[in-house]
């Protein structure tokens, strides 16, 4: 049998962590012999903004249960894919600058994959997609909304353009966490 805890799970059995359960640890300590242990992407991008001193010791600890049974989406071929990696082998072979630098500026980030000879072309041509309206005004008054929906809707203010709103989606993640925005 395999089993996929969330990360939640391995800070509750780090001893050093102020989330520590013995009893989450002695559970995963018992089964650890006997069943399968999964990790994923979500595993690897919960660690990202972690100091590196921490992600390391997240990662080795991951890996004590884990090992080395990692599985991921492939995007392109849309199917789950299941490698031999460890969780740090993992975390090394992602890009995560990249994809933090694409959502501070999206239009930016692709803008270099036309620095070629011809290129200018194909950048303009990006950039007027980037910078198509797709809201003709977003001066949308939060007062009319439900108090429980604003501060979501807050996040959108000012957006006009696609770029603008793939600027704004990278606040959003830390949103799903927020009880004034979702009522558990």
């Given at each position: 049998m395999r089993i996929y805890c969330d990360s939640n799970v391995f800070r509750k059995a780090k001893?050093?962590?102020?989330?520590?359960?013995?009893?989450?640890?002695?559970?995963?300590?018992a089964l650890n012999e006997h069943f399968v242990f999964l990790f994923s992407e979500a595993h690897l991008a919960d660690l990202t903004?972690?100091?590196?001193?921490?992600?390391?010791?997240?990662?080795?600890?991951?890996?004590?249960?884990?090992?080395?049974?990692?599985?991921c989406r492939d995007h392109i071929k849309k199917e789950i894919q299941i490698l031999l990696a460890t969780p740090t082998e993992a975390y090394d072979s992602k890009d995560f600058q990249a994809s933090d630098e694409f959502l501070e500026n999206p239009y930016d980030s692709v803008s270099k994959i036309f620095d070629f000879e011809g290129g200018e072309e194909y950048g303009n041509l990006f950039k007027s997609i980037f910078d198509l309206p797709i809201f003709p005004?977003?001066?949308?008054?939060?007062?009319?909304?439900?108090?429980?929906?604003?501060?979501?809707?807050?996040?959108?203010?000012?957006?006009?353009?696609?770029?603008?709103a793939l600027k704004k989606l990278q606040g959003l993640g830390q949103m799903l966490d927020s009880d004034s925005v979702f009522n558990y």
């Open positions: 001893r050093t962590s102020k989330q520590f359960n013995q009893a989450v640890y002695n559970t995963l300590e903004k972690s100091q590196e001193d921490y992600r390391k010791e997240d990662l080795i600890l991951m890996e004590r249960y884990v090992k080395n049974n990692y599985f005004a977003n001066d949308i008054n939060v007062e009319t909304v439900q108090p429980e929906h604003r501060e979501l809707l807050e996040q959108f203010k000012g957006v006009r353009t696609i770029n603008d």
